[in-house]
């Protein structure tokens, strides 16, 4: 998958996501999945969807996700798989700080440029039921590049829980990475 980082951080990647690969295929589907050892990571994303929409009897065209950040920091604390959609991990936060305390998203901290994040619950949801309120759309990217000249990077967009007024998140430059230098 894309990256920026250099040979001995990419080979701890390669790594990690070669056991990620290989625990799903020998003890089956995981309860927390790593999104950074994903080559196209919004696969899983609309796998989960899919699989949803059929089990639910729900229209594909008319069903979306919904996150919410829980206050989980470490796959162990995970005990079961959701029935509907997963939990994820690997996700950092740029241009804000996410408060575990409150639940939300606070302004950064001097010198703190990037936040790993809790693990996220992406769940698949009707778009009609979806009513969010004091929610930040933040977009997702592979690298901390965000998108290239041809517009290829972008995953999927997170719904980030917030006191603020969204602009000033949209004006820091709020954005969540996979794959970063740290």
Known sequence: PATLKP???WMEHFTRRYKQYVDWATQG???VFWMSGFHIPDSLLTALVQATC????????KSTLYTVVTKFTDRSQVTKRLEHGTYIEGLYLEGA???MEKGCLTRQNPKELVQEMPLIQIVPIE?????????LTTPVY????????MGVGWVFDANLHTKEHPSLWVLQGVALCLNTDI
């Open 7 to 9: 040979l001995g951080s």
């Open 54 to 61: 059929r089990k639910k009897g729900w229209a594909l065209d």
């Open 127 to 135: 778009a009609n039921r979806l009513k969010l309120r004091d929610s």
């Open 97 to 99: 700080r996410w408060d």
């Open 142 to 149: 592979v690298t901390q590049d965000r998108r290239n000249a």
């Open 29 to 31: 589907e995981p309860s």
